[in-house]
């Protein structure tokens, strides 16, 4: 493929298909990778760089839920600075037994020092509001429920407290369509991160269509200064990771509901067939199934039926099988 935009000549670009061409006349420094789609090319680095693990790094984290916790862990066994925000008080005290509980099995499993235990657990501040955040944090990474005016308000409060670069946690919701309302959304990108974040290598990198590149760049040194493999991709939704992985989840939440087969070997198809990891129900169990059904949803919005939450998943919210969180989803925890 030439080095001109694939399908050019296909039509007049779009407002936002503008914006990313204009990325090709920016300072970044690194090479553009062809999409293989009209109006959508992106920037990724040339030479990939890292934080400096000996730099004085500092990070909020809103929101201590279980995606929360896991990006506040991985900043602070980074040797990194974890500002958690939770106005939740019982939440909060939760969030940091659930810390200490984490980074101590990472002491027992040989995976940390008693020493890089300790100094991991110094790092980690807990704060009721975004307004006890310092001005001037390195990045404040917003990880709330997945409601769009909820989001929206929340990167507000964020963006007041005036940190060199602002990211979302968001699954599935447009970061274009998150940073409306931002004074400064080229500074603003998606960092999505997976559950648990302790022992999930993947940090999806979502590059919106006003991101500017020195944020791009920043988020995917951040994320491999955690120990994570960044991948960068074009804002669209449910980016690239969730609409593969939801969609997969959908067709075997209606294998159970059709009765094809139970969910430990609809699960162990995939695992022993296909060399997944996990297979797809229990995955939807530790993610939480509120979550799967809130990204369903707003997916089916733009991309029609095949997105459509089956009914089981729909009834089995209702009725509190929340997955892992609740104790019962598809499959019972202790």
């Not at 990325?23 to 920037?43: K, N």
């Not at 929206?152 to 970061?175: K, Y």
């Not at 919106?208 to 200064?225: F, I, K, P, T, Y």
């Amino acid at each position: 493929m030439s080095g001109g935009r694939a399908g050019a000549g296909a039509g007049p670009a779009t407002p936002e298909q503008a914006a990313w061409e204009r990325r090709r006349d920016g300072s970044g420094g690194g090479a553009i990778a062809a999409w293989p789609y009209s109006g959508a090319p992106l920037l990724l680095a040339s030479r990939p760089r890292k934080l400096a693990k000996e730099a004085k790094v500092r990070i909020g984290i809103i929101g201590a839920g279980t995606m929360g916790i896991g990006i506040a862990h991985a900043v602070a066994i980074s040797g990194w600075d974890a500002l958690v925000v939770e106005p939740d008080g019982a939440q909060r005290e939760k969030a940091g037994a659930r810390l200490g509980d984490v980074v101590s099995s990472g002491v027992s499993r040989g995976k940390l020092t008693q020493a890089e235990a300790d100094g991991a657990l110094g790092r980690l501040s807990y704060h009721a509001g975004i307004g006890e955040l310092p001005e001037g944090l390195d990045w404040i990474i917003e990880s709330v429920p997945e409601k769009l005016e909820l989001k929206r308000a929340v990167l507000a409060q964020a963006e007041g407290r005036a940190p060199r670069f602002l990211a979302s946690n968001t699954s599935a919701i447009s970061i274009s369509a998150l940073a409306e309302g931002l004074s400064a959304p080229e500074r603003f990108v998606g960092m999505h991160f997976f559950n648990p974040v302790w022992s999930m290598k993947l940090v999806e990198v979502v590059v919106g269509a006003l991101s500017r590149d020195d944020a791009v760049e920043a988020a995917v040194d951040a994320a491999r200064g955690m120990g994570k493999e960044p991948i960068v991709v074009k804002d669209a939704p449910g980016f690239a990771s969730s609409r593969l992985g939801v969609l997969l989840g959908l067709e075997a939440i209606r294998m159970v509901e059709e009765g094809i087969a139970s969910p430990e070997d609809i699960d162990k198809a995939m695992t022993l067939g296909y060399g997944y990891p996990m297979g797809p129900l229990r995955l939807g169990d530790l993610v939480g199934l509120d979550v799967r059904l809130a990204i369903a949803e707003h997916l089916s919005g733009t991309y029609g039926e095949r997105f459509s939450p089956p009914a089981l998943l729909r009834d089995m919210v209702a009725q509190g099988k929340l997955g892992k969180k609740s104790g019962q989803g598809f499959y019972t925890w202790s």
